[in-house]
């Protein structure tokens, strides 16, 4: 493969952040405790540990954790040699209280997130972590949503704030391999800070994206073990160690070890098969928030729509997570529409 | 999508045969008439219905199909109003006798299927589909194991036959990106009949390089619905074409019928998940076929190796199918060597 950078390559295990989801946030302690320990001698870089929906996330409204995830993140901690235990952070979810007890309990890294076109609101937090001495990257959330141009510009801004990379992230598995390359070459071209990327595999294209972002440029990758994330999870982590090592890519990072978690620790904790579902291809294929999903079935049969219907327009629309008011709005007028076709 | 190739895109639905390995063979008439009415009614060009292993299958060595195929060929066809039943025939297990008797029942299409490097065998079936009026389509098997000179050596072969279209199967999964834009482009040169490319997702590509061979001209594709297929599945057709139409490209199949089918009909008969397991990753990562399997947990035992070293020897040697007493001896050697190393 021709790389356009020069730097290692960086992944990042999510399966206990991003699968937080999948387990409607019911980690325990021994869970995470096994899960960090054999990541972490199979030689993983970093192991982000949180809510699903980041620091202070565990609210009626996102799900309430079984386990505190400052507890969690004290676990990982302990039992990790070598890996950097990393958080994620929304602000306005979390707040810099958390970020400061997250890194007291010995968290190295941190990604604040924020939606892709609201990047001004990761500031204050970007700052504070590089103040505290941590690693601090921003993550650019539904990526999909905005042009390159906005993407970048967006990046900048948070290189501004003083982050060591930023990350395309590919929220609803919407981005196409094409899309990968336009996106991220343009950031290697407007950044001087490392580039990462973090898919879902709801078009199955997760792996592959990946791959094409590493093609660009990007040194920082995400991947869930067995594929333990939200939607149809990520790109499969033990899948891509195998394919980039057939392309002559070694991470240091035993494979045969990542294969044996997710068969043996990751797979028996899943509690349905991260197989694509019409759930989690329709929300690749409209590019919509994962919470649109049970709105648009409510409005669809309200207004004798098929909520595919709704959930395209709503991508086409780039409706945002909080405006679910829009919902029904969006599906009346798709009622009037199609009353008048009649 | 910069397509090379101005004809229309055709695509296979291969659930009813590719599939029929997971279901072990167990195809009830019922399940199949139900499958192929539904994907008739939302467009699906061609359906293969056959043993997995093809025509004539259904042996001790292969598996007993439950219903006999020609019925569930009868079926199929009966069923279907626009839609090409197609079938699967492997020289060596099926025999002209029983691809007379397939056309005679309505089958329009047949893939005359051979070791990569064995395309002379399927000389004689090829003319007599030809002779027939059927359509008759060369693919070309474990093409990850062939060099792209060969594949096209092979290739020209069956175009000589009187072949209207070869595939590069890629039956391991275990093909990349970048290759397949050789292989394909190279074909793409060389032949004046159509391409085609099968897919495998044992390193989650499955989608991926189906979009790479079409963008280097390939015309003919395969899907199954909710991945029902050998090893990790196919492309999985309701996420190829919600991609595709996502690129602008759009075959006449009705999506949302597509989605119905993968979540209501099919969906409900996988015996197990379609997830890309500790199985199904080994045999795309070493490439070897997946009869290999057992074959080398046994010997790994009796050596005191870890199999998949095993398996990935066997890849690098490109031993095939019908080799599996080449599995002991390449364990003997390994444990030997390493017994030096000691």
Redesign the interface.
């Known amino acids: 493969?021709n790389r356009k950078s020069e730097r290692p390559i960086k992944i990042t295990e999510v399966c206990l952040r991003d699968g937080s989801h999948v387990m409607q946030h019911q980690f325990t302690e021994d869970q995470v405790r096994r899960v960090a320990r054999e990541l972490d001698d199979a030689g993983m870089h970093y192991i982000e540990v949180s809510h699903g929906d980041g620091l202070g996330g565990s609210t009626l409204q996102y799900g309430k954790s079984f386990v505190d995830e400052m507890k969690l993140i004290e676990a990982a901690v302990d039992e990790c040699k070598q890996a950097t235990v990393a958080v994620l952070l929304l602000p306005g979810i979390g707040t810099v209280h958390e970020l400061k007890q997250a890194h007291t309990l010995g968290a190295g890294l941190v990604r604040v997130a924020t939606h892709v076109t609201e990047a001004d609101v990761s500031a204050q937090h970007i700052s504070m972590a590089c103040e505290l001495g941590m690693e601090a990257i921003g993550f650019l959330m539904m990526a999909h949503m905005a042009s390159t141009e906005k993407l970048v510009e967006q990046a900048k801004l948070m290189e501004s704030y003083g982050a060591q990379a930023v990350y395309v992230t590919d929220s609803a598995g919407a981005i196409?391999?094409?899309e990968v390359h336009e996106k991220i070459s343009a950031l290697k071209e407007s950044l001087s800070i490392e580039i990462g990327f973090h898919a879902h595999?709801n078009?199955?294209?997760?792996?592959?994206n990946t791959?094409a972002a590493l093609e660009e440029g990007a040194t920082r990758i995400d991947g869930s073990v067995?594929?333990l994330g939200a939607g149809a999870g990520n790109?499969?982590t033990?899948?891509?160690l195998?394919?980039l090592?057939?392309?002559g890519i070694n991470l240091g990072i035993d494979?045969?070890k990542m294969?044996?978690i997710?068969?043996h620790t990751v797979?028996p904790l899943i509690p349905r098969?991260?197989?694509?579902?019409?759930g989690s291809?329709?929300l690749?294929?409209a590019g919509v928030y994962s919470s649109f999903l049970l709105h648009a079935e409510r409005a669809g049969q309200r207004f004798g729509l098929?909520s595919?219907d709704i959930l395209l327009e709503l991508g086409k629309m780039k409706v945002v997570g909080g405006q679910e008011d829009m919902i029904l709005d969006v599906a009346a007028q798709l009622a009037k529409a199609r009353k008048l076709e009649v």
Do not use: F, T, W
């Not at 078009?203 to 592959?208: H, Q």
């Open positions: 493969m196409l391999p094409h595999n078009l199955s294209l997760a792996v592959a791959i067995r594929c790109a499969q033990e899948v891509l195998s394919v090592d057939r392309m494979i045969y294969m044996d997710a068969e797979g098969p991260q197989e694509i579902n019409k291809l329709i690749g294929y098929d595919r």
